[in-house]
């Protein structure tokens, strides 16, 4: 099984409230990343984690958290959304990371806040 | 700055023809180049790579070329067909970072 998922598809959420979405591989894959989309924008890498080591990029290393309790999972928390933050979120995994590894992206979460 | 460039937004070909689409990067360390294919409302979907150390890959349709001295690298599809039709999505990067930087990418239509 070769497929990333991600919970929700679909999140709507209040400008100030938490925002926590999900991502899982059963790849047994080193690294798990996640990147923001927005329309006529390329995908932007927010953070990824090579096994328990998270990794931010340095301009939203305040805006996002993560977490990744075991190999499978890994969460992307916003502790409180802005509307600047409407966009599709991917998640990837890549077997162990570095740019040759190919990485397997998850269908996005759509988040809207408002 | 944006690391990797794609310059046209949307392209149109007919069908049989061949889709050329572009890619240009800053970073003349980069040594990995992808190509990826997204439908609306799906994920990228690995198409083609290559490495700093050749020129040219082809896979059946898909050729990939690699100007390093000009920083630049192209997908060539030769046979056009209407299926495809979709977003397609450059990437770079350097071979023992974790991280790829992205085009914007380019809306291929292929008219039958």
């Known amino acids: 099984d070769t497929t990333v998922k991600q919970n929700p598809r679909y999140k709507l959420a209040r400008v100030g409230k938490p925002v926590n979405l999900i991502c899982s591989q059963t790849m047994n894959h080193d690294t798990m990343y996640w990147y923001q989309k927005k329309p006529n924008q390329a995908p932007k890498l927010l953070l990824f984690?090579?096994?328990?080591?998270?990794?931010r990029e340095a301009d939203t290393f305040e805006k996002f958290q993560s977490s990744r309790p075991n190999n499978s999972f890994c969460s992307l928390y916003i502790g409180s959304a802005g509307l600047e933050y409407s966009a599709m979120y991917l998640c990837a995994s890549s077997r162990r990371g570095g740019a040759r590894d190919t990485q397997y992206f998850g269908p996005g979460t759509r988040l809207l806040v408002l | 700055g944006q690391q990797v460039k794609q310059s046209s937004p949307s392209l149109t070909v007919q069908e049989g023809g061949i889709s050329i689409l572009n890619c240009d990067y800053e970073n003349d360390m980069f040594d990995y180049f992808a190509w990826y294919k997204k439908y609306p409302d799906n994920s990228p979907t690995l198409l083609i790579s290559?490495?700093?150390?050749?020129d040219k890959r082809e896979d059946g349709r898909l050729t990939v070329f690699l100007n390093k001295s000009g920083k630049h690298f192209s997908l060539h599809i030769t046979a056009s067909q209407p299926e495809d039709t979709a977003v397609y999505l450059c990437?770079?990067?350097?071979?023992?970072?974790?991280?790829?930087?992205f085009g914007k990418g380019t809306s291929l239509t292929v008219i039958p």
């Open positions: 990437a770079a990067g350097n071979t023992g970072y974790q991280n790829f930087y």
């Open positions: 984690y090579y096994d328990k080591i998270l990794n």
């Open positions: 290559v490495r700093s150390n050749v």
